[in-house]
């Protein structure tokens, strides 16, 4: 009997740790979270009759497209000339306060504003930016931020952003339809609008 007993507390021990473990596969991958919707996305990205449009817009936006963005005139013909329209929401606002400082050495490009239109614009983005959205997206990049020191300028170089992207290698992004992994329009045809679901995605092959 007792010694019955002991061989079982090794065994009842090793069970626990063996579902713990499998446990934490299961739910512990933050990866996943971001596809809780899925059905309601998908539904969305179908139905564009105006008469459910409204109420499957924000859904969609409490999941995890970002919503309509709102872009004003001023912030086309400044900030989409040389590249996609960005959403306000891609960034945090400390990102943006630094970016729009910093016109000047714009990726390397000097995109340098009037005092007004720059001031504009900024409250524009700041207005829009992650902390004002509610979207799953944006919260699950501003909590990937938290304890970084330095806001990022840019959203293709956030660890989000890799940990999304982690499949795709190198030469796919610098292939000649896509150029930069900045291009996110190139493979997320809905991006200046909000819209990542990976079910929309579609990847230039040259
Ligand atoms: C003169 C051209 C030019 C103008 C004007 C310009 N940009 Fe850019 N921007 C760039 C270049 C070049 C990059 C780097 C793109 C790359 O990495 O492929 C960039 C990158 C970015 C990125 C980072 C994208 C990412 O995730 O990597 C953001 C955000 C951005 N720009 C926002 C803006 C905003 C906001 C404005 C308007 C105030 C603006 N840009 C105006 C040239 C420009
Ligand atoms: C080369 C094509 C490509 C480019 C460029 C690209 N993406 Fe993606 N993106 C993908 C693919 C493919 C996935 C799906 C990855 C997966 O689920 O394995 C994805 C996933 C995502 C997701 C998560 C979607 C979900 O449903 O979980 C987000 C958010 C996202 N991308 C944002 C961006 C942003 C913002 C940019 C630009 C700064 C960008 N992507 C540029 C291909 C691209």
Request: glycine content about 6%; some cysteine; aromatic content about 6%.
């Amino acid at each position: 009997m007792i010694r019955l007993k002991q061989t079982h507390v090794p065994l009842i021990l090793l069970l626990s740790i063996l579902t713990f473990g499998a446990a934490n596969l299961l739910y512990g991958d933050d990866d996943d979270d971001d596809n809780d919707g899925k059905s309601g996305e998908h539904h969305s990205s179908q139905s564009s009759s105006p008469s459910t449009s409204k109420k499957v817009a924000s859904k969609s936006q409490s999941a995890t497209d970002l919503g309509a963005p709102g872009y004003t005139t001023l912030y086309k013909e400044e900030c989409t000339s040389c590249h996609m329209a960005y959403h306000p929401a891609l960034l945090p606002t400390a990102s943006w306060t630094k970016m729009m400082a910093s016109l000047k050495d714009h990726f390397g490009v000097d995109a340098t504003l009037e005092a007004k239109t720059q001031s504009e614009l900024l409250k524009f983005l700041v207005s829009g930016s992650a902390e004002k959205n509610r979207s799953r997206r944006a919260q699950k990049l501003l909590k990937s931020l938290k304890g970084n020191t330095v806001p990022p300028v840019s959203y293709s170089t956030t660890s989000y952003f890799k940990q999304k992207h982690h499949e795709i290698s190198t030469g796919v992004f610098k292939r000649k339809g896509i150029n930069s992994a900045a291009n996110c329009l190139a493979c997320h045809p809905r991006a200046e609008e909000g819209g990542y679901n990976e079910h929309e995605v579609k990847i230039p092959k040259g």
